[in-house]
């Protein structure tokens, strides 16, 4: 979860399998918790992490380029003219993650 929206963390639990793991990579605004109930009869694992290494941001950017890992529909396009929006959507948690297209 990377997206710094509460959404992100709701979406995380719904589509996480039974045993899997969540990866908190950014704070949000409400910031109040996890659900117990969804972590303890999934069996989950939350794990926070600051800043991936280098070998991780490989990786993912392997998952993501191979279409191992379907991101689609989970990030909203903004023109770089909207930016200010973007980040009002974001706080807002109207959306779970701000693209910026230059150009």
Known sequence: MTSGADKALDVALRVVRKGGKILVFSSTPRNTGYPNNEIYYKE?????????????????????????????GL????????????????????????????G
């Open 44 to 72: 989950l694992t939350v794990l926070g992490s600051y800043s991936p290494s280098p070998k991780d941001l490989k990786d993912s950017f392997d998952l993501l380029t191979s279409h191992k890992v379907n991101v689609k």
């Open 75 to 102: 990030t909203t396009v903004y023109p770089l003219e909207k930016v200010q929006q973007a980040f009002d959507d974001t706080v807002a948690n109207k959306i779970l993650k701000a693209y910026i297209k230059i």
